[in-house]
């Protein structure tokens, strides 16, 4: 078996752990994820970044645990748009896979890449690829750092097959994330696994499938197959018999009073769009997506 295809192997293993495993009330597996992103890329260090309301560069997880600072030794968090990577996330709204070495001149001049080098060369930073999980209402990403050799185009090729299968990952905790104890157990006992109880919640909500889909990052015919799952569990026919026997059962909550609120707030970080001016260029002619304006 080639290196690649135990790569690949590695990642459908892990997706369908979290993905069909039995539901629970668990933290999402960043350690086991930033693991395998080390191993499948070679690198020193995963690091979990997320920029604030100030635009401020934040480094929420890292792997292995104590490798890299969580905040500088001079104590000033960087300003963001100065990250060669994260101003290339800004000015083009990609989400695709980006490798620092691949960012163009005319995003991020020599000055400023020699500037950041200087601040990330102490911690062994030389090389980094990023993988975003969310792009547009701001940014959030996985980010793989090494010292020594650059990514190259079967490091890009493997993070565009990866990067799918994690924001689906990411997707899904999101949508299980403030479950009740009692409603697991409710899933639990009638067997429905991690994949099909998000599909059941969103159910919930009126989702259509192909709104289910576009949440959770997967295809309309995906979810019809889970929807297949969830009515013979349930012992049901259609959607909305399924909604009332799960509420029934205790697997959703109750819809609220008329007049009250309805579903749960959304407790994501809401993330800046890039801010105007200087701080950011114009967008290169590689890409006709303009730049995006500030919140608020």
Same mark, same amino acid.
Request: hydrophobic share 40%; charged share 20%.
């Given at each position: 078996?080639?290196?690649?295809?135990?790569?690949?192997?590695?990642?459908?293993?892990?997706?369908?752990?979290?993905?069909?495993?039995?539901?629970?009330?668990?933290?999402?597996?960043?350690?086991?994820?930033?693991?395998?992103?080390?191993?499948s890329?070679?690198?020193?260090?995963?690091s979990?970044?997320?920029?604030?309301?100030?635009?401020?560069?934040?480094?929420?997880?890292?792997?292995?645990?104590?490798?890299?600072?969580m905040?500088?030794?001079?104590?000033?968090?960087?300003?963001?748009?100065?990250?060669?990577?994260?101003?290339?996330?800004?000015?083009?709204?990609?989400?695709?896979?980006?490798?620092?070495?691949?960012?163009?001149?005319?995003v991020?001049?020599?000055?400023?890449?020699?500037?950041?080098?200087?601040?990330?060369?102490?911690?062994?930073?030389?090389?980094?690829?990023a993988?975003?999980l969310?792009?547009?209402?701001?940014?959030?990403?996985?980010?793989?750092?090494?010292?020594?050799?650059?990514?190259?185009?079967?490091?890009?090729?493997?993070?565009?097959? $990866?990067?799918?299968? &994690?924001?689906? +990952?990411? #997707?899904?905790?999101? @949508?299980?994330?403030?479950?009740? %104890?009692? /409603?697991?157990?409710?899933?639990?006992?009638?067997?429905?696994?991690?994949?099909?109880?998000?599909?059941?919640?969103?159910l919930?909500?009126?989702?259509?499938?192909?709104?289910?889909?576009?949440?959770?990052?997967?295809?309309?015919?995906? $979810?019809?197959?889970? &929807?297949?799952? +969830?009515? #013979?569990?349930?012992? @049901?026919?259609?959607?909305?018999? %399924?909604? /009332?026997?799960?509420?029934?059962?205790?697997?959703?909550?109750?819809?609220?009073?008329?007049g009250?609120?309805?579903?749960?707030?959304?407790?994501?970080?809401?993330?800046?769009?890039?801010?105007?001016?200087?701080?950011?260029?114009?967008?290169?002619?590689?890409?006709s997506?303009?730049?995006? #304006?500030?919140?608020?």
């Amino acid at each position: 078996m080639s290196r690649t295809t135990r790569r690949h192997a590695a990642w459908l293993e892990l997706v369908g752990d979290i993905l069909q495993g039995q539901p629970g009330a668990a933290e999402f597996p960043h350690a086991q994820v930033a693991d395998l992103l080390i191993e499948s890329f070679d690198a020193a260090c995963c690091s979990l970044n997320v920029v604030d309301r100030a635009w401020v560069d934040h480094v929420v997880g890292g792997w292995p645990v104590g490798f890299l600072p969580m905040a500088p030794p001079s104590g000033v968090l960087p300003d963001a748009t100065t990250h060669p990577l994260i101003r290339w996330y800004a000015v083009t709204g990609s989400s695709a896979p980006q490798s620092l070495g691949r960012v163009p001149r005319a995003v991020a001049g020599p000055r400023l890449c020699a500037e950041w080098s200087a601040f990330a060369r102490p911690f062994g930073i030389t090389h980094q690829l990023a993988l975003p999980l969310r792009v547009g209402e701001g940014i959030e990403s996985y980010v793989v750092s090494r010292p020594d050799d650059d990514y190259d185009d079967a490091d890009a090729d493997l993070a565009a097959l $990866v990067l799918p299968a &994690l924001a689906a +990952l990411v #997707r899904q905790h999101r @949508v299980l994330r403030d479950v009740p %104890a009692e /409603q697991y157990d409710c899933a639990y006992g009638i067997r429905l696994t991690r994949r099909e109880f998000a599909v059941l919640r969103l159910l919930g909500e009126g989702l259509t499938a192909q709104a289910i889909a576009r949440r959770l990052r997967t295809s309309p015919r995906t $979810v019809h197959k889970h &929807l297949e799952h +969830l009515y #013979r569990k349930l012992g @049901v026919r259609d959607r909305l018999m %399924a909604v /009332q026997r799960a509420r029934d059962a205790g697997l959703l909550t109750a819809p609220p009073e008329p007049g009250g609120r309805r579903g749960t707030p959304d407790h994501t970080l809401l993330i800046p769009s890039p801010r105007t001016g200087d701080h950011l260029p114009a967008a290169p002619a590689l890409t006709s997506a303009p730049p995006a #304006r500030p919140a608020g």
